[in-house]
């Protein structure tokens, strides 16, 4: 059963935790936001802007926060359409709710979508220096099959070229859907949602104050 939140005088069943959706416009403050706190050299609104209005091979969603006191935006990711492949170009936590699942909750949301459009494997680059995204990865099937040279601009750090292959196999899909329901547990027993719950304006502070 789904709980339910009060928004004015509204009544919304609410499931917990939501499905990432897609990304709009609207919602550009809220992950520059995030960008801005996460990236070093973050990516620019026009940037966004262009591949959620011209790009038609982009594909970009957010998690929204579901209860007090979470930001509006909990994350966000992004990829774009190759032929058979979803290539992951962006992926953010809000920098006050890593550590919690969400992540994960997020990146299997994405390669859900992704296997309904029947691509065979997803890629992504991640820094070299970066052991906590490289374990999410590895736990959700990726493997490491290169290596970019000085790849980020800001530093000139190595970046590690991850793939996860056979998207359209029935055993990687049934693996991704155990952990789906493992990630949705953790969400649901470490943010319980209440029953009611009245939700103020402050929920919707970009700065999650």
């Known amino acids: 059963m789904c709980p339910v939140a009060l928004v004015g005088q509204a009544v919304t069943a609410i499931q917990v935790p939501p499905t990432i959706e897609p990304m709009l416009l609207s919602d550009l403050e809220a992950v520059m936001g995030i960008e801005r706190a996460v990236f070093p050299t973050p990516w620019s609104p026009r940037a966004f802007r262009y591949d959620l209005s011209m790009d038609e091979h982009s594909h970009y969603s957010v998690l929204r926060g579901w209860m007090q006191p979470m930001p509006p935006l909990l994350g966000y990711i ?4 190759w032929d058979e492949e979803a290539h992951i170009g962006t992926f953010a936590v ?5 550590g919690r699942g969400i992540g994960k909750w997020i990146m299997l949301g994405a390669i859900r ?23 999410l990865y590895q736990k959700l099937g990726f493997e490491t099959v290169g290596r970019r040279r000085h790849y980020y601009s800001d530093s000139g ?7 996860l292959h056979g998207l359209r196999r029935k055993d990687r ?23 009611t719950m009245s939700i103020p304006a402050s929920l919707y502070d970009v700065s999650g104050e």
């Open 113 to 135: 979508q992704a296997i309904k459009l029947r691509v065979e494997l997803a890629t992504l680059e991640v820094r070299v220096s970066n052991l906590k995204a490289q374990a």
């Open 173 to 195: 899909r049934s693996e991704l859907a155990i952990q789906r329901a493992a990630a949705r547990q953790r969400l649901q027993e470490q943010l319980p949602a209440v029953a």
């Open 157 to 163: 750090e190595d970046a590690l070229l991850m793939t």
């Open 94 to 98: 809000h920098p006050r709710w890593q």
């Open 78 to 81: 992004g990829f774009w359409l």
